[in-house]
Protein backbone atom coordinates (compact mmCIF):
# COMPACT_ATOMS: atom_id res chain seq x y z
CA UNK A 1 0.00 0.00 0.00
CA UNK A 2 3.06 2.35 0.76
CA UNK A 3 4.02 2.15 -3.02
CA UNK A 4 0.63 3.36 -3.72
CA UNK A 5 0.22 6.02 -1.84
CA UNK A 6 4.39 6.88 -2.91
CA UNK A 7 2.87 6.68 -6.40
CA UNK A 8 -0.02 8.92 -5.86
CA UNK A 9 1.91 11.67 -4.02
CA UNK A 10 4.85 11.66 -6.20
CA UNK A 11 2.15 12.38 -8.94
CA UNK A 12 0.33 14.35 -7.51
CA UNK A 13 3.29 16.68 -6.81
CA UNK A 14 4.52 16.50 -10.55
CA UNK A 15 0.57 17.82 -11.06
CA UNK A 16 1.52 20.95 -8.21
CA UNK A 17 4.84 22.25 -9.59
CA UNK A 18 4.44 21.05 -12.82
CA UNK A 19 0.57 22.62 -13.63
CA UNK A 20 0.73 24.01 -17.12
CA UNK A 21 -0.73 27.51 -17.44
CA UNK A 22 -4.42 26.78 -17.67
CA UNK A 23 -4.54 24.38 -14.62
CA UNK A 24 -2.82 27.11 -12.68
CA UNK A 25 -6.31 29.66 -14.12
CA UNK A 26 -8.28 27.36 -12.22
CA UNK A 27 -9.94 28.43 -8.52
CA UNK A 28 -7.94 25.48 -7.06
CA UNK A 29 -4.95 26.61 -8.31
CA UNK A 30 -5.05 30.10 -7.41
CA UNK A 31 -5.76 29.16 -3.88
CA UNK A 32 -2.87 26.92 -3.58
CA UNK A 33 -0.93 30.10 -5.28
CA UNK A 34 -1.92 32.39 -2.87
CA UNK A 35 -1.37 30.61 0.07
CA UNK A 36 2.19 29.17 -0.72
CA UNK A 37 4.13 28.53 -4.05
CA UNK A 38 2.81 25.18 -6.12
CA UNK A 39 6.69 24.46 -5.87
CA UNK A 40 6.25 24.45 -2.36
CA UNK A 41 3.31 22.21 -2.33
CA UNK A 42 4.73 19.92 -4.45
CA UNK A 43 7.88 19.49 -2.93
CA UNK A 44 5.38 18.84 0.19
CA UNK A 45 3.55 16.03 -1.24
CA UNK A 46 7.04 14.88 -3.16
CA UNK A 47 8.50 14.45 0.38
CA UNK A 48 5.58 12.74 1.76
CA UNK A 49 5.95 10.58 -1.40
CA UNK A 50 9.28 9.33 -0.89
CA UNK A 51 8.63 8.55 2.95
CA UNK A 52 5.99 6.33 1.94
CA UNK A 53 8.60 4.63 -0.22
CA UNK A 54 11.47 4.77 1.59
CA UNK A 55 9.49 3.06 4.67
CA UNK A 56 7.65 0.46 2.18
CA UNK A 57 10.52 -1.80 2.52
CA UNK A 58 10.65 -1.82 6.56
CA UNK A 59 8.34 -3.02 9.38
CA UNK A 60 8.27 0.57 10.89
CA UNK A 61 5.88 2.29 8.55
CA UNK A 62 3.59 4.01 11.02
CA UNK A 63 6.11 7.35 10.25
CA UNK A 64 4.95 7.23 7.02
CA UNK A 65 0.77 5.78 7.10
CA UNK A 66 0.60 8.76 9.65
CA UNK A 67 2.54 11.22 7.27
CA UNK A 68 0.23 10.28 4.41
CA UNK A 69 -2.95 10.10 6.30
CA UNK A 70 -2.21 13.79 8.01
CA UNK A 71 -1.41 15.06 4.67
CA UNK A 72 -4.69 13.82 2.66
CA UNK A 73 -6.82 15.37 5.92
CA UNK A 74 -5.00 18.76 6.09
CA UNK A 75 -5.70 18.83 2.04
CA UNK A 76 -9.05 18.61 2.65
CA UNK A 77 -9.69 20.92 5.06
CA UNK A 78 -8.19 23.22 3.02
CA UNK A 79 -10.71 22.52 0.07
CA UNK A 80 -13.64 22.31 3.05
CA UNK A 81 -12.58 25.72 4.86
CA UNK A 82 -12.42 27.13 1.40
CA UNK A 83 -15.75 26.07 0.44
CA UNK A 84 -17.37 27.18 3.69
CA UNK A 85 -15.54 30.91 2.92
CA UNK A 86 -17.07 30.80 -0.37
CA UNK A 87 -13.72 30.34 -2.42
CA UNK A 88 -14.24 26.89 -3.53
CA UNK A 89 -17.58 26.90 -4.66
CA UNK A 90 -17.21 22.52 -5.01
CA UNK A 91 -14.47 22.89 -2.31
CA UNK A 92 -16.35 20.28 -0.57
CA UNK A 93 -16.50 17.70 -2.87
CA UNK A 94 -12.78 17.64 -3.08
CA UNK A 95 -12.85 17.90 0.40
CA UNK A 96 -15.03 14.53 0.90
CA UNK A 97 -12.78 12.67 -1.60
CA UNK A 98 -9.72 13.49 0.10
CA UNK A 99 -11.34 12.75 4.02
CA UNK A 100 -12.22 9.56 2.35
CA UNK A 101 -8.83 8.64 0.83
CA UNK A 102 -7.14 9.28 4.08
CA UNK A 103 -9.60 7.06 5.76
CA UNK A 104 -8.66 4.78 3.99
CA UNK A 105 -5.02 4.69 4.44
CA UNK A 106 -6.27 4.49 8.47
CA UNK A 107 -7.81 1.43 8.19
CA UNK A 108 -5.43 -0.06 6.06
CA UNK A 109 -2.84 1.03 7.98
CA UNK A 110 -3.86 -1.38 11.12
CA UNK A 111 -3.35 -4.30 8.82
CA UNK A 112 -1.15 -6.22 10.54
CA UNK A 113 1.71 -7.90 8.01
CA UNK A 114 1.72 -11.59 8.12
CA UNK A 115 4.97 -13.49 8.00
CA UNK A 116 5.22 -16.13 5.16
CA UNK A 117 5.66 -19.35 6.24
CA UNK A 118 7.64 -22.66 5.44
CA UNK A 119 6.36 -22.87 1.79
CA UNK A 120 6.75 -19.27 1.37
CA UNK A 121 2.87 -19.12 1.23
CA UNK A 122 0.99 -16.80 3.96
Known amino acids: MLLILA ?3 VIFAGA ?3 APAETRATDNYKLYAALLPL ?4 ALWAAVGVLCLAL ?3 SQDRLAYGAAT ?3 VFWALLHLLAWAVG ?3 R ?3 AAAIWLLAAGLVMVISTVPRTA ?3 GGQR
Do not use: M, Q, S
Not at 39 to 42: H, K, M, V
Open 56 to 58: AWT
Open 39 to 42: WAWG
Open 7 to 9: AVD
Open 116 to 118: PTE
Open 91 to 93: GYV
Open 16 to 18: LAG
Open 70 to 72: GLK
Open 87 to 89: VLP
